[in-house]
């Protein structure tokens, strides 16, 4: 499984656009780039998934370039409530695990 | 209401008492596992099930056991637990396996073990 490297915090504000990047670099041919969202006392919650290019959805958007060695998941226009820990992931196509790095804690400020 | 549910949701035992957590899932998943998660370490993958009756270890296996008799439920079993069992443990459930399927996770057991 490829192992990913993310920030291990981000501080911003509200309304502001939160870029985090991922890095990958022993990423896999059939492997998919996913993003966790997980708050306090509570589960984790996925946002999205891409293998390549570009992925939006109604949360989040994914940016995967070319070399798929790093993804970065932007989230626009943050409020107080995005305030949470943000894991990246990479999932094997054929595999049914999934390993959870050290996540990126996102504090978003008024 | 889609939902994975875990009981207890808090659980103060001592060391060497059998305990087990349950886990429900009313969606008809298929694929169903547990991780725990502890402060510095992440979450980490303890055991998973691809269909009744198939269960398979993850990366942290070691003192626990599973069970997959029905589809919805997957109970986790602690046979003699440890101090360094004490975490927050997480059921999870999806369709088919972990590519392309949404994982769902439960609301979390917090256990102690004194």
């Known amino acids: 499984l490829a192992k990913t490297t993310q920030p291990i915090s981000m501080d911003s504000y509200e309304g502001q656009e939160v870029n985090i990047t991922c890095s990958h670099n022993?990423?896999?041919?059939?492997?998919?780039i996913t993003w966790y969202q997980q708050f306090p006392s509570q589960g984790p919650r996925f946002i999205i998934q891409?293998?390549?290019t570009k992925v939006t959805n109604e949360v989040a958007s994914l940016f995967i370039p070319a070399d798929r060695k790093s993804s970065t998941l932007s989230l626009p226009r943050v409020s107080l409530s995005d305030t949470a820990v943000y894991y990246c992931l990479v999932v094997a196509s054929a595999g049914n695990k999934l390993t959870f790095g050290g996540g990126t804690r996102v504090l978003v400020k008024p | 209401e889609a939902q994975v549910t875990q009981n207890p949701r808090y659980l103060i035992t001592v060391t060497g008492k059998k305990l087990t957590v349950t886990c429900s899932q009313n969606m008809n998943h298929e694929y169903m596992s547990w991780y725990r998660q502890d402060p510095g370490l992440g979450l980490r993958q303890i055991y998973y099930?691809?269909?009744?009756?198939?269960?398979d270890k993850g990366d942290v296996p070691e003192g626990y056991k599973v069970s997959r008799k029905e589809k919805r439920n997957f109970p986790l079993i602690l046979e003699s637990p440890s101090p360094n069992q004490t975490s927050l443990y997480f059921c999870?459930?999806?369709?088919?396996?972990?590519?392309?399927?949404?994982?769902?996770f439960g609301p979390g057991t917090r256990l102690l073990v004194l």
């Open positions: 022993n990423i896999a041919t059939n492997d998919y």
């Open positions: 099930s691809m269909n009744v009756e198939v269960t």
């Open positions: 891409g293998y390549k």
């Open positions: 999870a459930s999806s369709q088919g396996g972990a590519v392309g399927e949404t994982q769902y």
